[in-house]
């Protein structure tokens, strides 16, 4: 009785939160509209904080890192109040998912200490993740040296991570070294949860983690093999297990390309149909996030109510008000809207 009495709180939970979210045609009316207008008709989004503030600056442009940190704070928000219904493993998966953007804070400060640059300049630029914050960010920003701050790192729930990129660190010396296994290891670490969930839950994650693993892996290995010359054994290692339709023995294919264009000869025929027309690196991400957002939204309207919709819900969420906060930009901007709707990306 109390499972399902807990279930029932998070449905409805999600069934509200889920009003927030608009439809394409709503999202492509916006961007027609002068900001004043947007911000009156999103007052009942969750986004009365960032209204607030913009109309405290008279509608004027806020201070660098101030507008990326108003929204994320709106994501965190209804992350922790998902996160308080659920407990045990469930909430383990979605507080992990969560702290990617602590990875963020973390290769802040290598890349800062790298560069030697003063502790109040990396201060200025990490993200306030309030509480979700775990991170012992004094003793990282008063670390001597990048061997100091994985150290420091070993301490936390990110141990796991720390000490895979120190042994990374130990062979190679650089902080790219570390950033590439803080990623490796970070959805190493996510597989491994969500493998921790009730068999149903596994099975109905899986097609959209599935797909944001693939996209991952993908968008790395171009990465390595064409912008930082990486070998293909060296690329290969880095990527990680877990995805919908690369398997390994297509990823080993995959990291001997050379050229972009040789990508469509291995790719399976789900993953080639969707970036067929892209030309570029950026454009094939784009084709992978709009699927993994098809993906998302089917599920959040499926039926029965599962763990998946909380998370679908999250994934919708946090892509819309990476759009939101794009629009706000470009009118803060004076950009015209053809600008700005090529800014967040295809609306159908």
């Not at 999103?42 to 503030?53: A, P």
């Not at 101030?66 to 996160?83: E, P």
């Not at 290769?107 to 630029?125: D, F, N, W």
Request: with cysteine; hydrophobic share 45%.
């Amino acid at each position: 009785m109390l499972e399902a009495a807990h279930y029932a709180y998070l449905q409805t939970l999600v069934a509200i939160f889920s009003k927030r979210l608009l439809s394409n045609n709503q999202f492509s009316s916006l961007i027609r509209q002068p900001l004043h207008e947007i911000l009156a008709e999103l007052k009942n989004n969750g986004l009365e904080n960032i209204s607030i503030k913009l109309l405290e600056s008279h509608l004027k442009p806020l201070p660098a890192g101030n507008m990326d940190n108003l929204f994320l704070t709106v994501l965190l928000d209804d992350a922790q109040s998902i996160i308080r219904s659920l407990c045990g493993s469930e909430r383990d998966f979605f507080i992990f998912w969560i702290r990617r953007f602590e990875l963020q804070n973390i290769k802040t400060i290598l890349r800062g200490k790298s560069l030697q640059r003063p502790k109040e300049q990396i201060q200025a630029e990490l993200t306030p993740l309030n509480q979700f914050s775990i991170l012992p960010l004094e003793k990282l920003l008063n670390a001597d040296n990048i061997t100091d701050i994985l150290h420091q790192l070993e301490k936390t729930p990110f141990a796991s991570i720390a000490s895979y990129g120190s042994k990374n660190f130990a062979q190679k010396r650089d902080v790219f070294t570390i950033e590439t296994a803080i990623n490796h290891q970070y959805f190493t670490v996510l597989n491994d949860k969500l493998k921790e969930l009730n068999d149903e839950d596994q099975v109905l994650l899986q097609p959209l983690l599935g797909r944001i693993i693939d996209q991952t892996n993908l968008i790395w290995l171009l990465r390595y093999r064409l912008a930082y010359a990486l070998s293909a054994s060296h690329s290969y290692f880095l990527l990680v297990a877990g995805g919908l339709y690369l398997n390994s023995k297509i990823l080993i294919q995959l990291s001997q390309i050379t050229k972009l264009e040789q990508v469509h000869d291995l790719l399976p025929d789900k993953i080639n149909s969707l970036i067929k027309q892209a030309d570029s690196i950026h454009q094939i991400e784009l084709s992978l996030e709009k699927d993994i957002i098809s993906t998302a939204d089917s599920l959040l309207k499926s039926k029965p109510f599962s763990l998946a919709h909380a998370f679908a819900y999250l994934i919708l969420r946090e892509k819309q008000l990476s759009q939101i906060h794009t629009l706000f930009k470009g009118k803060l901007l004076d950009l015209s809207d053809n600008e700005i709707s090529f800014a967040v990306g295809e609306i159908e």
